[in-house]
Each structure stands twice: as structure tokens, then as C-alpha cells.
């Protein structure tokens, strides 16, 4: 008999009809069950920790192929091997490697102290450089790490940089991109099956589309600049189900907010965490970026969703590099698997100071806030800036605080003055947003994610109380290291921005 865990609220206790499962209930914040299915036979539930799991044998009959996950069989293909398991150390051929102006003057540092200074990278068509972070400011030392970037990319003629020179009109250079993250999906450089590496923790996020895709740091990176290669441990895989109808009122924040509540900013350890069920397969890839890009807040080596027909319709038009889907055998072996039913999930947030610090967003409402900020890898695509509109459209009202808006990427920026918002009657984002009262949408870039230089526009250099749909809140982490950050879907910020306190949307999304 396999073990489970349930979570649900005194109130409200939901246990879906499952056979011959022991069960045992703890308090939660939400109306909302988790069924956590061990591998290990347990009748006795005494912590909601993961037990450890006792060493696999070796085979004893020879070579016998067991099952893999989606992680292992990717890993297994780079690393030319018929067959991994957790814990393998193998060396890794790198489809793509990407860096960006905090990281990548230091990555070119250490691959010309350690391959020379005339070397040359391991293949210029596979290196992506994209200044995202520090870039509208007047800060000197910001500027200068993108002149790095650009004479390496010179010397190197890399393929793919996606340079900016003109700071006061960024529309004038349109090589320009944006944040590296939704750029890199935007342009091509996310495959299922393949492995992506980047000196950004967030380069999680690009498991979306089926592939291998962590951050490293600076040194790892300067020797893959050299030779195409890393050695990586094979993680263990953690997976998470999440089945039943997604409320109109829910955004993929929700459900990964949802997920980090539950197994805390440690619970998946160099983990992978592989996300399915019928949920995950009716969000369109932006919602499935907004998902995987969080992966790292609890801790997670990767994330990843296995491709479909909406991953495949999505890079129709952005590469023509032929590429090959995996996914997980029917006899692979997770270390857990997590079971939702999403049809319970209320709009959630993050209180300060940490991603793990879940609240429902109607327990909050007595929170003043000062400010809304929509932006970042995690809540600055188009989807995000179409789902705050969404909002602001069914109140009619405006907003009651500064509503700082920062697009992803100059596409994305493009996508708020001219897509259409559905049932507006043809208004745009942008409309809808100066009717709201809401900043002109800013240059794009990683904005006020990280703080940045402090005349880093929306930065809090005050200690502010700020909704915002970006990915932490520890101390400082926008500024200030007074301020508080109340981490929320696009939805929830929006309907925050309208009242001045934490909203639950439900409020306007009726």
C-alpha cells in the first residue's frame, strides 16, 4: 500500500477517491488537497518530509535497461549514454549556452585566463549573449560590462548577441531583445530534448519546452565557452500532477506558489521537477514558462513539462534546427510525485520575506500597499500584461497606487500597443492601461527584478510595500532591504493596483 499525504483546510477538507491509500490530514491555508505518493510502502505517516529512499541495487542479471525520466533520458542523449540514474556524474555535450551582462564579463574572464587570450569559444553559433539586467542606467560600471560583451561577441563574431547601443531610445537598436529568458524562447533557442545552460538561475524557466535547462555560475561557464562541455549530476525527479478544471480567476503564479507553500524554498534540492496532468497541458507556453521559472525558488535543479502539439505550434515559426522530444517511460522511478487538484486553488500570494511564505490573497486584505510592479521573466511576458488588462477592464476603475509596467522584451512591449485584448472591443493593452491610470509601459529589461543601480527605473529606494509578479522577496531584492515584496499573479496584481491593499481578483473576475 503506497502512502499519501493530504493537505486541506479545517474548513474544507477535499480527498479525492483513491483506493487502498492510507491518509492523514494536516491545516493548510487553502481549500485545496495534495496527494504526495511515496515510493516506499509505509502505513504510518509521521512526517511530511520525504523519507530517505533506501539505495538502489545494481542489476544483477547484467545490463538490463530500466525506465527514465524525462531529466535522465535528455542527460543520457548529451552525454552519449545508453542509460543513467540519480546520482551519475557524466559529461555533458551543451546545445546552448547562454550569458548576459552581470555574468558574462566574469565568464569571459576565466575562459581567457584558462584557455588564453587569443583562444577561440567551442562554437560561436551556440553561445547566446543577451544584456538584460543593468542596461538602462547611467551607472558607468553597468554600462561598461556591456562594452565587454560587445568587443568578446566582436572578437568571437558570435552569432547571437543581441546588442543595444543607443540607451535613450531602445526601439533605435533592433538587435535588442530583453530579458534573456523570454528572448531565448521568443528567438528560436529553446528545443525540446536538448540541454541549455545560462549564468542566470532563472535559465530554469526554458524547461517548458521539453529540454534540460539550469543555471551555472561564471567559472562553469567560462569552460563551456571552451569546450562545449560540463559535468553535471544526474538529479533525482520529483513530480507533480496537477489534474482537474483551472478556475478563470488562477494564472500558472498561482499554481507554482502553490507548489513552494507546500515542499518549502528547499524542498527540491538539485531536484528535478517535472510538471503534468491536464492542467499543465491546457496552459500555453508563456504559462508554462511562468511555471518552470520558478523551479529554482524551491530549490530545484530544473524544471520541465514534456512537449506537445502547443510547444510544437509555438516553434513552428522560430527555429528550423530539427529536434527530438523525450519523455518519461511509464516504469521511471520518481523520488516523489505530488498530486493536485487545481479545481480547490484560491489566488494566492507570497508574504515577505520569502517565496515559501504562501498566503491566500483574501487572508490578506488588510495589507496597504504602496505600489504594483508587472514585469520580469516570470510576470512580463505578453500573457502577464493580457491578464492585468483583463482585470483592469472588468472594473472600469483606476488604480490607487503607481503601477509600474516593464515588458519583457521589445516584442512583448510591441504586444501591448498593438494586440487586441479580448472582449475590450478591440482595445489594446496599452489603452487599457492609461485609461487605468497605470505608468507608461517602460523599457524593456529585468527593470526593478534585482534592484539594480539606484536610478534603475521603479527600483524602491524607500521602503515601500509593492504587489509584484516577479519571482522573490528576500530582503532588498528590489531595493530597498526594508521593502516588502508581496509576490502574486499578473491577476491579483492587478486587482491589488485597483484597491491599494493585497485583492484577491475574484473581486473583478467574476
Known sequence: MASSLVFSSPASSFISNKKDLGFSAFPSTSQFAIHKFKKQVSKKIVSVMAPQQSERKPATT?????????TEKILARASEKPQLRPGDNV??????????????PGSIGIFKKEFGENAKVWDREQIVIIPDHYIFTSDERANRNVDILRDFCTE????????????????ANLD??????VALAQEGHCRPGEVLLGTDSHTCTAGAFGQFATGIGNTDAGFVLGTGKLLLKVPQTLRFVMDGEMPHYLLAKDLILQI??????????????????????????????????????????NGVVPADSTTFKYLEDKTSVPYE????????????EYIFDISKLEPLVAKPHSPDNRALARECKDVKIDRVYIGSCTGGKTEDFLAAAKVFLASGKKVKVPTFLVPATQKVWIDIYTLPVPGSGGKTCFQIF???????????????CLGGPKDTYARMNEPKVCVSTTNRNFPGRMGHKEGQIYLASPYTAAAS?????????REFLQ
Open 434 to 448: 492609461e485609461e487605468a491610470g497605470c505608468d507608461t509601459p517602460a523599457s524593456p529589461s529585468c527593470g526593478a
Open 260 to 301: 513552494i507553500g507546500e515542499i518549502s524554498v528547499a524542498g527540491a534540492t538539485y531536484k528535478s521537477m517535472e510538471f503534468v496532468g491536464t492542467v499543465v497541458e491546457s496552459l500555453n507556453m508563456e504559462e508554462r514558462m511562468t511555471l518552470c521559472n520558478m523551479v529554482v525558488e524551491a530549490g530545484g535543479k
Open 176 to 181: 535588442y531583445k530583453g530579458v534573456c529568458h
Open 62 to 70: 547484467g545490463s538490463v535497461k530500466t525506465g527514465m525520466t524525462m
Open 325 to 336: 522530444p523525450v519523455y518519461s517511460d511509464a516504469q521511471a522511478s520518481f523520488l516523489s
Open 156 to 171: 568571437q563574431n558570435i552569432k547571437y548577441f543581441y546588442d543595444i547601443k543607443d540607451l535613450s531610445n531602445f526601439k
Open 497 to 505: 493596483a485597483l484597491t491599494g491593499y493585497v485583492t484577491d481578483p
Open 91 to 104: 559529461w555533458v555535450n551543451v546545445d546552448i549556452l547562454m550569458t548576459h551582462d552581470v555574468c558574462g
